[in-house]
């Protein structure tokens, strides 16, 4: 592997300076938050690139404006050696994976990159389920239900008034469903579509309505969280599509995932990427991704802990 010609491809578009921030891992020498090209290449690019060599990445939406843009994506390929001490499969595997992204106005450069893969996915194509099985389907994502391109959306189609009414309609998501903390006062109406369908991660699953998304999400979430508070890092749109990256801020007071409350104050890291009707102004889509590994430390459970079992087990 050639850092030298790696790094001169990339230093038109990164800062030296950049920080690459992605999933938590009990391992200091791989993934984490890193900063510097060196760094980033040792940590995550050689790694992943070990391990899922020739992989096929399916953008399936890649949205800007002039300091931020996001991505999300998976993708497909053949595993063939560990990542992150999740034993490879010599199988075919699917990455789901987010970026965000945040451009320094001077240097026109990428200063901050936070990079998410669902590693729990991994985990359990590994044959290791670390978080009870959901009664949603897992594992399933596919591109917006549109023809807006792939990724979406195509810039040059763009309608900047659409871009402002994705940001407000998304902006009251955020406030109705992260920072509403009573369980029985959601609302499907002026906010999401009642056949919306929201793909999360392993864990969770996919939502394939309102209800479900209530039922199986929100609700859990704040019946086990009290006393929350959200920061946003990044919140990009461009048409009809948005992304927001942030954490989610909370006392653990009750059971989620199967961790029995702990009474610790944790952050969750999420990144949430839209596809909002602009016309009905209500959202129709949304993909979903968390460092669930991380949060999981936070409550003292250590998911890698989980893998111990024989491979094939899937039981917890």
Request: with cysteine; net charge negative; aromatic share 14%.
């Given at each position: 592997?050639d850092?030298d010609?790696?790094?001169?491809a990339?230093k038109?578009?990164?800062?030296?300076?950049?920080i690459y921030?992605?999933?938590?891992?009990?391992?200091p020498d791989?993934?984490?938050?890193s900063?510097?090209?060196?760094?980033w290449?040792?940590r995550?690019h050689?790694p992943?690139?070990?391990?899922?060599?020739?992989?096929?990445?399916?953008?399936?939406?890649?949205?800007?404006?002039?300091l931020?843009a996001?991505?999300?994506?998976y993708g497909?390929?053949y595993?063939?050696a560990?990542?992150?001490?999740?034993?490879?499969?010599?199988?075919?595997a699917?990455i789901r994976i987010?970026?965000f992204y945040?451009i320094?106005e001077?240097?026109?450069?990428i200063a901050?990159n936070?990079m998410l893969?669902?590693?729990p996915?991994?985990?359990?194509?590994?044959?290791?389920?670390?978080?009870p099985?959901?009664?949603?389907?897992e594992?399933w994502v596919a591109?917006p239900r549109?023809?807006d391109?792939i990724?979406?959306p195509?810039?040059s189609?763009?309608?900047?008034?659409?871009?402002?009414?994705a940001?407000?309609?998304v902006?009251?998501?955020l406030l109705?469903?992260?920072?509403?903390?009573?369980t029985?006062?959601?609302?499907?109406?002026g906010?999401?579509?009642?056949?919306m369908i929201?793909?999360?991660?392993v864990g969770i699953?996919?939502?394939t309505?309102c209800e479900?998304?209530?039922?199986h999400?929100?609700?859990?979430l704040?019946s086990?969280?009290?006393?929350?508070s959200?920061?946003?890092d990044?919140f990009?749109?461009?048409?009809?599509y948005?992304?927001?990256?942030?954490?989610?801020?909370?006392?653990?007071?009750?059971e989620?995932l199967?961790a029995?409350?702990?009474?610790k104050r944790?952050?969750?890291?999420f990144?949430?990427?839209?596809h909002?009707?602009?016309?009905a102004?209500d959202?129709?889509?949304?993909?979903a991704?968390?460092?669930?590994?991380?949060v999981?430390?936070?409550m003292g459970i250590?998911?890698?802990?989980r893998?111990?079992?024989?491979?094939g087990?899937?039981r917890m």
């Open positions: 592997w850092f010609a790696w790094s001169a990339m038109p578009f990164w800062d030296p300076d950049l921030d992605t999933n938590w891992t009990p391992y791989v993934l984490g938050n900063s510097g090209l060196r760094p290449f040792d995550e050689i992943f690139n070990l391990a899922f060599r020739n992989c096929t990445f399916s953008q399936m939406i890649f949205a800007g404006e002039e931020t996001t991505t999300t994506t497909l390929a595993w063939q560990d990542l992150a001490h999740i034993p490879h499969t010599s199988m075919a699917r987010f970026d945040r320094d001077a240097t026109r450069k901050y936070w893969l669902d590693l996915h991994l985990m359990l194509q590994a044959g290791h389920r670390v978080l099985e959901p009664k949603l389907r594992g591109p549109a023809m391109g990724p979406a195509v810039s189609l763009v309608n900047r008034n659409h871009t402002e009414i940001r407000r309609v902006y009251g998501s109705s469903d992260w920072m509403n903390t009573s029985d006062s959601y609302r499907c109406e906010v999401w579509k009642r056949d929201w793909y999360g991660p699953g996919t939502a309505s479900e998304y209530h039922k999400f929100l609700i859990p704040h086990a969280f009290t006393d929350s959200l920061e946003i990044v990009s749109c461009e048409g009809p948005c992304g927001v990256h942030g954490r989610f801020s909370a006392s653990h007071t009750g989620w199967g029995q409350p702990t009474g944790i952050n969750l890291r990144g949430m990427h839209y909002v009707d602009v016309i102004h959202i129709g889509e949304s993909w991704l968390f460092d669930l590994p991380d999981f430390n936070q250590n998911l890698w802990d893998m111990k079992v024989a491979a087990d899937t």
